[in-house]
């Protein structure tokens, strides 16, 4: 699916889940399928909506990420429980580390600066009422719309006053300092360049990043977050060689340089149910691309958890590595 295709796909899922009850069954359903993968932290994302209970009152975006909020706090104490039981009875064939579920709020950058604002004024106030699931912010949607510079920058400069870890996607379009008949690319490259100053703790995907600011982000060294599967299928990046996903991801513009230097990279799935994969899959078909050894990929998996939004990586490392 190409990258206008994903965000068309993208519009039909609001109008799947439209109630609470939807909204917790795919919640927990997100957070079981994560823990039959054996992944013991996740981050998902989401951007606060309107929905409506099914006596028929309105959900509004505060209890939209509360319901999500709840779904994930009876998840972690049951696996917490599970796992704090099993040890207790010493039950080797159990070693599934408990799942630790957090929550990023998204801003959507095709929506207007007063939705944005109001979606990081929720993550703020949650987080400064003790919500530990709340561990940061995100900028994400169709690049095509609107500019960080020009549009959001103010936004995420009040997150960060607040605390709030914060990532980015960038990259994700053509871009070039110079053009003259191609004034999107020089666009794209601004932007890119507005981001990369302003420094969020993460980036997304950053795979069509120029040049220039690959230099750049070499001395800034801003973790990424790196969607195998994503960006071969949005990026058509196999259709030259007969649809070949493995082909595709060693076509990668980035992902063999940033493995070559151990640049900080973490694997993710972008959309599961989108691009028909698994996090299981996307360490499989990296590994498989460029040879990684079992320590290549333990090594990796390890290092990842640096970039995690949660203050407790030192302690999922040492579960990790125990």
């Known amino acids: 699916r190409s990258l206008v295709d994903c965000f068309h796909i993208f519009s039909f899922i609001p109008k799947c889940v439209s109630d609470v009850a939807a909204l917790e069954r ?4 997100a957070l079981e399928d994560a823990a039959d993968e054996n992944i013991c932290y ?24 509360g319901t999500i909020i709840r779904v994930m706090e009876s998840f972690e104490r049951r696996e917490l429980n599970r796992y704090e039981a099993n040890r207790q009875r010493r ?16 801003v959507d950058r095709s929506k207007t600066v007063e939705e944005a604002y109001e979606n990081v004024d929720l993550a703020i106030e949650l987080k400064a009422s003790g919500c530990k699931q709340i561990v940061g912010v995100e900028l994400g949607g169709d690049p095509t719309k609107n ?32 053009s003259r008949d191609r004034p999107d690319l020089v666009r794209a490259h601004e932007e890119a360049l507005s981001i990369l100053k302003f420094g969020p703790e993460r980036l997304g995907h950053s795979l069509l990043i120029s040049e220039d600011l ?11 977050e790196v969607c195998p599967t994503s ?54 078909l990296v590994a498989k691309a460029f040879h990684l050894s079992k320590i290549d990929l333990s090594n990796m998996l390890i290092d990842s958890v640096e970039t995690i939004f949660d203050p407790g990586k030192e302690k999922l490392k040492q579960a990790i590595t125990a």
């Open 91 to 106: 039950e080797s064939s159990e070693t599934r580390l408990p799942l630790i579920p957090r929550l990023i709020v998204s």
């Open 147 to 178: 500019d960080f510079g020009e549009h959001f920058l103010p936004v995420f400069s009040k997150a960060r006053r607040h605390g709030l870890p914060i990532s980015i996607h960038c990259g994700e379009v053509p871009m070039a300092r110079e």
């Open 26 to 29: 795919i919640t927990r359903e």
């Open 42 to 65: 996740i981050e998902l994302r989401t951007g606060p909506k309107i929905l409506f209970h099914h006596e028929g009152e309105v959900c509004t975006k505060e209890d939209y990420l």
């Open 231 to 284: 960006n071969v299928l949005t990026l058509e990046l196999a259709n030259h060689e007969e649809g070949c996903l493995l082909k595709g991801i060693q076509n990668h513009p980035q992902l063999r340089k940033w493995l070559d230097s151990k640049y900080p990279i973490s694997l993710n799935t972008d959309d599961a149910g989108i691009f028909a994969t698994t996090l299981t899959r996307e360490y499989a």
């Open 214 to 224: 690959g230099v750049m982000l070499d001395d800034l060294l801003i973790p990424v």
